[in-house]
């Protein structure tokens, strides 16, 4: 081999590590963030179907308004969106935000 071959072999292989290194940290990155959504979609609750000890497991929740939220559902009907759990009393925008990310319909 000349020294123009061994150079370009270096510059290919080189480049390869490159490309794999890269695929392997794209990958990887994924990975963890599959698996940290899979995470959060398993704590979060069903407004719909959650009892109310499941709500006083909520921050801020305690037993009179997890009473509250199940008396309001069934006298009302499912939420029709997570939004809507502001309708019960006690609910208010800034509790709303401290619960969002643990509720789902």
């Known amino acids: 081999m000349n020294h123009k071959e061994v150079i370009a072999l270096s510059i290919l292989v080189f480049i390869l590590l490159i490309i794999n290194i890269l695929n392997y940290t794209l990958w990887?990155?994924?990975k963890k963030s599959y698996a940290l959504m899979i995470e959060e979609e398993m704590r979060q609750i069903s407004i719909n179907i959650a009892?109310?000890?499941q709500f006083e497991?909520?921050?801020g929740i305690g037993p009179a308004l997890a009473q509250r939220i199940v008396e309001y559902?069934?006298?009302n009907g499912a939420?029709?969106?997570i939004e809507d759990i502001k309708k019960v009393k006690?609910?208010?925008e800034?509790?709303?935000?401290k619960i969002?990310?643990?509720i789902k319909l």
Do not use: I
Not at 94 to 97: I, T, V, W
């Open 79 to 81: 939420f029709k969106k």
């Open 73 to 75: 559902r069934e006298k």
């Open 90 to 92: 006690g609910v208010g």
């Open 100 to 102: 969002k990310p643990y």
């Open 28 to 30: 990887n990155s994924n």
């Open 57 to 59: 497991m909520l921050p």
């Open 94 to 97: 800034k509790l709303f935000e």
């Open 51 to 53: 009892g109310a000890e």
